[in-house]
């Protein structure tokens, strides 16, 4: 069985399983002059050393270490030894991730050219395993995020910031942001491409002239929403990859053309999905906090989608299960508010004639409102019922499943809210309409028929009752 084919299976090695595994002969490569003596006597001096014993030599000379891992890297093609290192760097950096500031800086020895970390671990990405693909990307992320002085990759003006450009940084940046978009859309590996770029890209979004970079590249914010939205419906949701895609969305939020782009993506969906179905806290809560900045968008005029994927009722489950949080507090009571206005909107008697003029009924929030039913009863008087005709040709005549279903519920709110409803509906044949649906092949439909066929036998005290349910 060939390597790669291993790792398809998602049997990868891990940081662990390489330093246990493998011996690496340094003194091979110092002969052939891939690497010099001084650098395979650090690395055997930093190897196979307790955390203390590592500790101690990277406080003393901790960029000397990590020029020597660079050197390695840069000069040595053989797998094995490969991988070793930047199992070394992986270690090194999860005992203390601050420890990557240590590849910025200049250790004792002077060499007329160092190393550059940003071309190595670049060049890494295109190799054809995925431990070191996966190691190069992590190890990349913190070195970007460590960079001593974090001037912005795009000035004010939108153009490139040449200081970083000379430096290379720039480069670096964009070539590893395209890098972690082509796993997002063609995955190296199955298992484990999506959440390890998910995860640098949430990290390396937190800075705002990245998140410029990052909604640059072609189609690279319209990955995300279908991301979320298969994850979160998803049987068993993979928790942290939604945190970190959430954490990703909401980073960008802050980013007007990105947030444009994300609007009309279907972002709104996958964000309601994950909200509603989260398990953890942090989870809904960032989904929470990013659909809060895209509402109070005025430019994006979402909050339609959000009010008909659902949110309103969301927002009231979670506003249950708050904690002491002020901020996540002021954003559902800033999301409810919100709704409640778009809620209303929506549910003016014109969209609702609309939409019954246009022979397609749809679960949208007018049909469920009794505020709407209650202040628009009336109007179905308007023109000699000719709404309320068109209701019933519709249920004598359409053949699709949801319209037959809304419509039945339609009808049965018209006969509670109306003070003559059901003497009306009787009237116009509704009743005949209706039983006969009762045996209709949908179970949705013969539940709606049923309740109609209850509320126009219910005598009028009864109505009432049910009118203030």
């Known amino acids: 069985m060939s390597r790669n084919a291993r790792y398809e299976e998602g049997t990868e090695l891990s940081t662990d399983q390489i330093l246990k595994t493998h011996e690496v002969p340094w003194e091979s490569f110092t002969s052939l002059r891939l690497i010099s003596d001084r650098d395979a006597q650090l690395i055997r001096k930093y190897d196979k050393r307790k955390r203390d014993t590592q500790a101690e030599l990277l406080e003393q000379n901790g960029p000397a270490y990590c020029q020597a891992f660079l050197n390695v890297l840069r000069n040595v093609t053989k797998e094995e030894a490969v991988q070793y290192v930047l199992a070394l760097i992986d270690d090194m950096l999860s005992v203390d991730p601050a420890r990557a500031q240590l ?90 491409s999506v959440p390890a770029a ?18 640059r590249v072609s189609g690279s914010v319209q990955l995300l929403a279908p991301l979320l939205r298969s994850n979160a419906s998803a049987a068993a949701p993979n928790q942290q990859l939604l945190y970190e895609a959430g954490m990703c969305v909401w980073q960008l939020t802050f980013c007007e053309p990105a947030a444009q782009a994300m609007g009309s993506s279907g972002v709104v969906q996958g964000l309601v999905d994950m909200a509603r179905s989260a398990t953890k806290e942090k989870v809904w809560r960032v989904a929470m906090l990013a659909l809060r900045n895209l509402l109070t968008d005025g430019k994006l005029e979402l909050g339609p989608e959000m009010v008909e994927a659902g949110l309103p009722k969301v927002v009231q489950q979670r506003k249950t299960q708050l904690k002491d949080d002020e901020e996540l507090g002021g954003a559902l009571d800033s999301l409810d508010v919100s709704l409640k206005e778009n809620i209303q909107m929506l549910s003016s008697f014109e969209k609702y004639k609309k939409e019954v003029l ?16 209650k202040e628009n009863v009336e109007k179905f008087e308007e023109k000699d019922f000719q709404i309320l005709r068109v209701l019933l040709k519709l249920l004598e005549a359409s053949r699709e499943t949801r319209t037959l279903a809304v419509g039945c519920h339609d009808l049965g709110k018209f006969i509670i809210n109306h003070p003559h409803g059901r003497s009306i509906v009787t009237e116009f044949r509704g009743k005949e309409l209706v039983m006969r649906l009762m045996m209709h092949p949908e179970p949705e439909v013969q539940k709606q028929a049923l309740l109609c066929v209850q509320k126009i036998m219910l005598a009028k005290d009864k109505l009432e009752y049910l009118n203030t349910k």
């Open 103 to 192: 590849f910025h800086q200049e250790s004792d020895v002077h060499l007329a050219t160092l190393p550059d970390p940003y071309s190595i671990f670049l060049r890494l990405l295109n190799k054809t395993d995925w431990f070191t693909q996966a190691k190069a990307a992590k190890a990349l992320t913190a070195i970007l995020e460590a960079r001593p002085d974090k001037e912005p990759f795009v000035l004010e003006d939108g153009a490139p910031n040449e200081a970083l450009v000379s430096q290379g940084v720039d480069h670096a940046m964009k070539t590893f942001i395209e890098w972690l978009c082509s796993q997002l859309r063609r995955p190296f590996n199955p298992t484990h």
């Open 198 to 215: 998910i995860h640098c890209l949430s990290r390396l979004l937190r800075e705002r002239s990245v998140r410029v970079l990052f909604q």
């Open 358 to 373: 246009g022979d397609s009924l749809d679960w949208t929030p007018m049909h469920t409102s009794q505020q709407f039913w």
